[in-house]
């Protein structure tokens, strides 16, 4: 029998999941309470940027086996319910604001068929699981929940759904891991990782995850605030410890830090779920990792300052960057519009240029000025900042736009940038974590 899956919540995750498991051959029915959103992927077309993802979804749509909708009543036929809707701060705190989950579990319980399997993948507090279970089984008996985390990287969704490095499944019995390696069978047969949980690990797999990446990119940043203090190079210090295997060289790109709407709410999520649990001293030591990542975007600020005035009201500042990282709209905790927004409040004159956040990031803050074009941003600047490492702008000759801005100064937030061919074309170069 091929079983047909819903996917309940069409954002980020949902439509991505929804694309990938229609071209491994299922029928699947996404649900969103959205019209806007659901109108716009049923014609066939993203409500955000994806590379890649466009033409999938295109491509699934014609063949049939893909629809969207409103109506939670679609998925009454469906075997296996992915939940993937957002879990963002709550507003008075740093706990996970969980509204979403548990109202788009209540919404299709009535619908759920004898056998059928409801799978989380939402990003959710240790317990989640194990308390919607148990109320699923008060509410609908004749289904069951499971939990599978989501680990995409955005700019490689397609790539992550389809050749996932692994494959968690929180289960809490043998039929709910077979209905999912059934489900995930094409990946599977790939070659992937299978790692079975029960339902606290498989929630826990996800939040360690994050916070172990997140402690690695505050580790450099506060490894460059030294190098600067001491006159050293975090360029090269990384990658002389890069080399030893049981550090690796990813993710120690020094810079303005971590943003986008996952790694900063679930690191805070993850802190506020362990006080809860009485394990908060365990987890004290993310409180700093938060800390140094909000410090980075500060540094930032005061070398302009240092590079200009600590009266910033007279110099027009160009920013390339709005999204928190390239390939993606994204500006959710984007740490490059966080900069530019300060800036912009300390007097200063800011142009933002990006490939594709400047609409969603004009949608958040309508009063700072926005440029469809590089030369646009940056003509008359007295400094330029790059804080998003969008190819593009490592393309940039630094010698054609030395005629466009006013002064010859830019400040690489990204450690991206070649140093020595700015620097022979006449700038003033300034990286963080880099004193020469």
């Given at each position: 029998?091929t079983l047909?899956?819903?996917?309940v919540g069409?954002?980020y995750?949902g439509a991505t999941?929804?694309?990938c ?11 969103d309470t959205?019209?806007?959103k ?13 590379p890649?993802?466009?033409t999938?979804?295109?491509?699934e749509?014609?063949?049939?086996r893909?629809?969207?909708?409103t109506?939670?009543s679609a998925?009454k036929?469906?075997d296996v ?6 879990t963002p701060q709550s507003k008075?705190?740093?706990a ?5 989950v548990?109202?788009?579990v209540a919404?299709i319980?009535?619908h759920?068929k004898?056998?059928?399997l ?16 148990a109320e ?7 289904a069951d ?6 680990f995409?990287r955005?700019?490689f ?6 050749t996932?490095?692994?494959?968690v ?5 043998d ?7 059934e489900?995930?069978?094409p990946?599977?047969a790939?070659?992937t ?8 690990t498989s929630e ?10 997140a ?5 450099i940043?506060a ?7 001491a006159?050293g190079d ?7 410890i ?5 550090i690796g060289?990813?993710?120690?790109q020094a ?5 986008g ?12 779920r362990?006080?809860e649990l009485?394990?908060?001293?365990a987890?004290?030591?993310l409180r700093?990792i938060?800390?140094?990542n909000?410090?980075?975007r ?5 070398v302009?300052?240092g590079e200009?005035s ?7 500042i160009a920013?390339l ?5 390239p390939?993606?709209d994204?500006?959710r905790?984007s ?5 530019a927004v ?5 007097g200063?004159k800011v142009v ?5 956040g400047i609409?969603?990031?004009r949608k958040?803050?309508p009063?700072?000025?926005?440029a469809p074009v590089?030369?646009d941003a940056?003509?008359?600047?007295d ?8 190819k593009?702008y490592?393309?940039i000759?630094?010698?054609a736009?030395?005629?466009i801005v006013k002064s010859k ?7 991206m940038l070649?140093r020595?061919?700015?620097?022979n074309?006449?700038w003033k170069?300034?990286a963080?974590?880099r004193t020469?």
């Amino acid at each position: 029998m091929t079983l047909t899956l819903s996917v309940v919540g069409c954002g980020y995750l949902g439509a991505t999941h929804a694309a990938c498991m229609s071209s491994l051959g299922f029928t699947v029915i996404g649900v969103d309470t959205d019209p806007e959103k659901v109108a716009l992927l049923q014609s066939g077309k993203l409500p955000f940027y994806e590379p890649g993802l466009d033409t999938l979804l295109e491509q699934e749509m014609k063949t049939g086996r893909l629809s969207f909708t409103t109506d939670f009543s679609a998925v009454k036929d469906a075997d296996v319910h992915f939940v993937c809707v957002g879990t963002p701060q709550s507003k008075d705190g740093l706990a996970a604001d969980l509204t979403y989950v548990k109202s788009a579990v209540a919404a299709i319980a009535p619908h759920l068929k004898d056998g059928s399997l409801v799978v989380g993948k939402s990003t959710v507090p240790v317990g989640t699981a194990q308390a919607l279970r148990a109320e699923l089984s008060k509410i609908a008996p004749q289904a069951d929940l499971a939990w599978n985390p989501e680990f995409l990287r955005e700019g490689f969704a397609v790539e992550d759904t389809l050749t996932p490095n692994r494959l968690v499944v929180g289960v809490a019995n043998d039929r709910a891991e077979e209905i999912l390696k059934e489900v995930y069978e094409p990946v599977i047969a790939l070659g992937t990782p299978w790692i079975r949980a029960d339902l606290p690990t498989s929630e826990l797999v996800k939040v360690a995850a994050n916070s172990f990446l997140a402690t690695k990119i505050s580790f450099i940043n506060a490894m460059a605030e030294v190098c600067e203090a001491a006159g050293g190079d975090v360029t090269v210090l990384a990658k002389a410890i890069g080399y030893d295997p049981r550090i690796g060289s990813r993710f120690l790109q020094a810079g303005i830090g971590f943003g986008g709407g996952c790694l900063p709410k679930d690191i805070r999520a993850f802190m506020a779920r362990a006080e809860e649990l009485g394990a908060k001293q365990a987890l004290e030591f993310l409180r700093e990792i938060d800390a140094i990542n909000l410090r980075a975007r500060q540094r930032v600020i005061d070398v302009v300052r240092g590079e200009l005035s600590q009266d910033l009201t007279k110099y027009k500042i160009a920013v390339l960057g709005a999204t928190f990282k390239p390939d993606s709209d994204d500006v959710r905790d984007s740490p490059a519009l966080d900069i530019a927004v300060q800036l912009h409040a300390a007097g200063a004159k800011v142009v933002i240029h990006d490939p594709q956040g400047i609409e969603p990031a004009r949608k958040r803050f309508p009063n700072l000025d926005y440029a469809p074009v590089v030369n646009d941003a940056i003509k008359d600047a007295d400094l330029i900042l790059h804080l998003t490492e969008w190819k593009e702008y490592r393309q940039i000759d630094p010698a054609a736009i030395s005629s466009i801005v006013k002064s010859k100064i830019i400040i690489d937030g990204r450690n991206m940038l070649d140093r020595t061919l700015w620097r022979n074309a006449g700038w003033k170069f300034h990286a963080l974590g880099r004193t020469d």
